[in-house]
């Protein structure tokens, strides 16, 4: 079992959600799919949250609860979408809601893993759900009352290692708009260099100073497990990117 995640980038449009097909197409080994909301939506929808509660402050416990249910609403649609599309196109798949098995306390918007249970969770789930691929949320979870959850902004990639410290997958790829990880943000600096390969407090350490390529608690469980984590260019596929082990 292999781990994929999309981030938004990924996701953003029907010819991107194509390619996506495309990758999974020359897959051949059983896959958890993790995907994140589509393009920009995370941020849209936390504006109409404010809307709706005007008042709010971020202490404001009611406020980051009504933010949860609202914003995790991105995950959900996007993934409907994206595992209807796999299905048209012949790649056959189970969409698993993520908020029903990644157990989390109640810190609205930072919420914590109950990773005992959640494991406990996904493993009879997918023994009674047997599928090749599957298709899930990053980012959300859901506490025992059947409240949505959120992990923190850009938590995605976390979920994806979880995903691979709970369930002992090979390895998890996190496709990404950029060809790896480089020295510093190829966006911004013009001869950041392509690094191929790193450790995970490498990697660590360089997200510590502020390289927002992968969240900060993506690395913890997979060093743990020697799960080796690939960062790799979307739109190339066929490139290797940047080995994390
Ligand atoms: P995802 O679509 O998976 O959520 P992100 O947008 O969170 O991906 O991360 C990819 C972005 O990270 C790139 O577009 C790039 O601008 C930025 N970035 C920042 N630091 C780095 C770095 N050191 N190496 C590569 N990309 C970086
Ligand atoms: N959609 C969420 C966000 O934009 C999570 C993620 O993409 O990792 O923060
Ligand atoms: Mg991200």
Redesign the pocket.
Known sequence: MKIY??????VKNAERIRHLADILANESEDLIVVV?AMGKTTNQLEEFTQMLYPDATYEDKEYDCLYDQVVSTGELQSTRIVSAYLNHAGIANHWMDITQLLQTDDTFRNAQVDIAASQQHLQTYIQQHPAHVYVTQGFIGGTKDGLRTTLGR?G??YTAALLAYMLDAESVT????????????????KD?Q??HEMSYAEAAA??EK??????HKTFEPLAEKHIPLY?RP?LHPKEKG?VIH
């Open positions: 995640k999309f981030g938004g980038a990924s994140s850009e995605s990639d996190l496709w990404k708009d950029v060809q790896g990880v480089y020295s510093a943000d190829p966006r911004k600096v950041a392509l690094i360089l997200v502020g390289a927002q390529i992968v969240h960062v979307f940047t």
